[in-house]
Every structure is written in C-alpha cells, then in structure tokens.
C-alpha cells in the first residue's frame, strides 16, 4: 500500500476533508446571503455569482469522486449528442439505484460546465439542511413536499422563474422519486398492475407529474431531454464512504438526446411517453445485465484540474490556521515544559556545593 492510498483510509484524514468542506461551505453561505443585495438591482449578475459559489461548493464532493477515488466515467452515446453538452438548457433524467448517482450526474455537469448552474426538484425538508439545503436556496432550486394538491403551484412558479436563467441549466430529474429497494419495488409494481402499465424489473414507477410540469413550464428555454441510464462494472453497488476511503468505481451512462419537440406536450402524452422511456431504460439495464456493456459509441470525457484546484486552495486557507496553531500549541508546551526543567531541584546548579568543598 503507498503512502496515498494509506491515508486515503485514515479518519483523521477524512476529518479534514470534512472540516474543509462544512468550513468552507459556511463561508460560501455567507457570502451567498450577501448577494440577495443585488437581486433588485441586477438579477442575472445575483445568479452569475451564486453558480459559481455553488461550484466552490459542489465541485469538493465532486473532487472526491475524480481524483480522490479516480472513479471513471464513460458515456455510451454518439459524438453528435456529445456536441450539445453544455451549450442548451435540458431537462436530464437519471435512475436512482445507486447512492452515488447523483455524483456521476454532478460529474458529468461538471466536465461540461454546467456544475454550478445544475438544478433538481429536491425534497421540501432539505431546505432547512445547513450547506445542501441553503445553497439550493440562493440558486432559485424548486422544493416540493411530494404531495402534488400542495406543490402543484409552487412547482409551476418555480419552473417558469427558471425560464430567463443566464447560463446554461441542466435540470436533473430522478423520476423515480425515491432510490429503488425491493420492497419499494415490489410495491411499485402492484400500482403499475392495478394501472394496467408493463412490469419493470431494474426501475420503479416513474411519477409524471414532476416531468410533464417542467416540460411544459421551461417550453421555449430548454431544448432536448437526456435520458442517462447508469450502472456499475463489475456489478458494484458504490458508496460515498467507499468514495471517502478512495475505492474505485467505474461508472457506465447510457446517454439519449430527445429533442424537445418530439416529446407530447399534453399531460397525458407526455406521461405515456415517460413511461414508454422507462421501458425503455429497463431494457437497456437488462441488457447491460446480460452483456456487461450499453449499446453506442464510448466516450470518456477529460476530468478538468477546477475541482482539484478548487479543493485544495480552500485547504490551504482553512488549515494553514489549523495546522499553525497546533504547532503553537505544541510548541508552547515544549517551552513550558523546558522551563519547568529549569527550575527542578534536582537540575539546579552546583555552585552551592563547590564553595562548601573549598571550606572543607
């Protein structure tokens, strides 16, 4: 084991690691409360600079999946899709089996400098998580209680503030709702009978409401859907703490371009064509099951230095201090300690003891 990967495992190390980011994430929130200053005076500069604090922010975690962990990424898709990345606003769907997908997501948006400006449809509860939940605050992010009588008009409001967004968006959707388990499985198909919709065997029922509201909210901002379907080599089931402890994943996504018009823009279209998406996403899974590999051309996009760079000035910043003031304190005690010394009785001097010699 070298010496990296040694410490890769250490929990002092991971304490750190920790310290940086909640520190820093602070300070970001901070500085994020400043900016609501400039909401009246000039919005879209309010929202320039809340993406690229949010970057500050989520870029650490992203960090620790690129370079810590040196998880990769491949893309199965086509050079022409490739070509858009970055330069459209869409709407991205992913599964949620994994505990770690929203990181390959979050990479992905990253490696096309879209990070900051990423959005989701996150649960009402996180609002109130210190970093997570303020930080999706200052960047306009739609949060729901999940129960659509109550959400359906903040949803709406919320999706149609987004449509004037200065930079380039990717809307992250786990249909889904919740990450799939069996029992939730099991459960998920009686309704899919009770509605007479075909089985899924690696998804749960998507829910429509949450997509067919943003695609005919954001109708004339974004351009095309993404379909992204993931899954692990060698049958992996990733962790963040793997992630911590340096473990490396290697991470497959099916990606699909849909453009926009040729999704149904009623609400009853647009559901049956979620679902037939779904059908769709379970084959794909179910093949990669088999064969070990999704359909399309492979693409491993460059990892970019920002996150790393990103890390690692928020750590000399924030534990320089730390680290000065540990050595001060050891060194203090070292001092005390060798004044103490000094004065021992036992240590005194000899002086007394010579001239009574001498008298002898």
Known sequence: MGLLAYLKTQ??????????????????????????????????????????????????LVMLLEWWSCTECTLFTDQATVDHFGKEH????????FEIDFLCGWT?????GVLGSSKVLAKKELLYVPLIGWTWYFLEIVFCKRKWEEDRDTVIEGLKCLADYPEYMWFLLYCEGTRFTETKHRVSMEVAAS??????????????????????????????????TLNFRGNKNPSLLGILYGKKYEADMCVRRFPLEEIPQDEQ???????????EKDALQEMYEQEGIFPGEQIKPARRPWTLLNFLCWATLLLSPLFSFVLGVFATSFGVRRLIGVTEIEKGSSYGNQEFKKKE
């Open 11 to 60: 929990f002092a190390v991971h304490l750190l690691i920790g310290f940086v980011f909640v520190v820093s994430g602070l300070v970001i929130n901070f500085v994020q409360l400043c900016t609501l200053a400039l909401w009246p005076i000039n919005k879209q500069l309010y929202r320039r600079l809340n993406c690229r604090l949010a970057y500050s922010l989520w870029s650490q």
């Open 90 to 97: 869409v709407v991205v769907i992913l599964n949620h089996n």
């Open 108 to 112: 992905m948006c990253e490696r096309f």
């Open 195 to 228: 509605k007479g919709l075909p089985p899924l065997k690696y998804h749960l029922l998507p829910r429509t409401k949450g997509f067919t509201t943003a695609v005919q909210c954001l109708q004339g901002t974004v351009a095309a859907v993404y379909d992204v």
């Open 269 to 279: 279209g647009a559901a049956q064509w979620l679902h037939k998406l779904y059908q």
